[in-house]
């Protein structure tokens, strides 16, 4: 794989790791085909118990890639509403996925990648991370990401950061229900580990149905939903705002909201 990497050790723990440090694990569309491929290997992997999702490097995850949403905006409405789909795909299987899925949030993340965190069963971070829902400062939304993040947070919560822009620390990420603990740097590993071991003791078909059973008495993410997320997302990415915004960053220069 070009852009994670993938190891399962003799318990069954499959560590999956975002494996793009240079540009902070930024997901292009290499990635989201990737990352759904290996949520449905996983999920189908009976000697897999436990997947722990993690970063290489300083971040988690920066989000989406610049350069790949660049590229949208350029694209014929075809292109965009499949590459759109991809993503909302990619996230469904691993939502979905029959297997618990421990984020391991060694470092920061945006935009996308607090919807990864989000389709976490469990997160746990470094108490010096940072998060924030950024899309907005590029004219964009947290559109794909939106029913897993608001299902995460709660409605009332996410309306705090989901459309501000708002870089918040790991403290108020626990607040937020996003992390379920933030510990020093030196306490992750373990942290992690106690998240792991009450699975080793369980039974993988009890886990895998009580999961199953979760999403049933939730409120579900139907295709009503995806349809509308991949046309919000398509509609931004058209917009002259998120034009100007994308321009901007790469002109290392504030956009014309910005006073």
């Known amino acids: 794989m070009r852009t994670l990497d993938l190891e399962v050790d003799a318990r ?96 920061q993340a945006f935009g996308g990648g607090v919807g990864l965190m989000s389709v976490c069963d469990v997160a746990v971070g470094v108490d010096s991370a940072k998060f924030g829902l950024t899309e907005v400062r590029l004219g964009l939304i947290p559109a794909t990401i939106g029913p897993y993040v608001v299902a995460r947070m709660g409605a009332a919560r996410a309306r705090r950061v989901f459309f501000s822009g708002r870089v918040f620390g790991a403290a108020e990420a626990v607040e937020l229900g996003l992390l379920a603990r933030a510990v020093p740097e030196a306490a992750l590993d373990g942290a992690v580990e ?11 078909g009890a886990v895998a149905a009580g999961k199953a059973l979760v999403a049933e008495l939730a409120a579900p993410v139907d ?16 917009s002259a705002e998120s034009a100007e915004g994308i321009a901007a960053f790469f002109e290392k220069r504030r956009p014309a909201w910005v006073e």
């Open 12 to 107: 069954g723990v499959a560590w999956l790791r975002l494996n793009r440090p240079e540009v902070h694990n930024a997901m292009d569309a290499a990635m989201i085909a990737e990352l759904t491929e290996v949520a449905e290997r996983l999920g189908r992997d009976p000697a897999v118990r436990v997947v722990v999702l993690t970063g290489t490097g300083r971040s988690f995850c920066a989000g989406g890639d610049l350069g790949w949403m660049r590229a949208q905006m350029a694209a014929d409405a075809e292109t965009r509403a499949r590459e759109a789909r991809a993503l909302a795909g990619m996230l469904g299987a691993l939502d979905r996925m029959p297997k618990p899925l421990i984020g391991r949030v060694q470092g």
């Open 223 to 238: 295709e009503a939903q995806i349809a509308a997320t991949i046309a919000a997302l398509v509609a931004r990415w058209e």
């Open 194 to 204: 106690a998240e792991i071991a009450p699975y080793l003791s369980a039974a993988p």
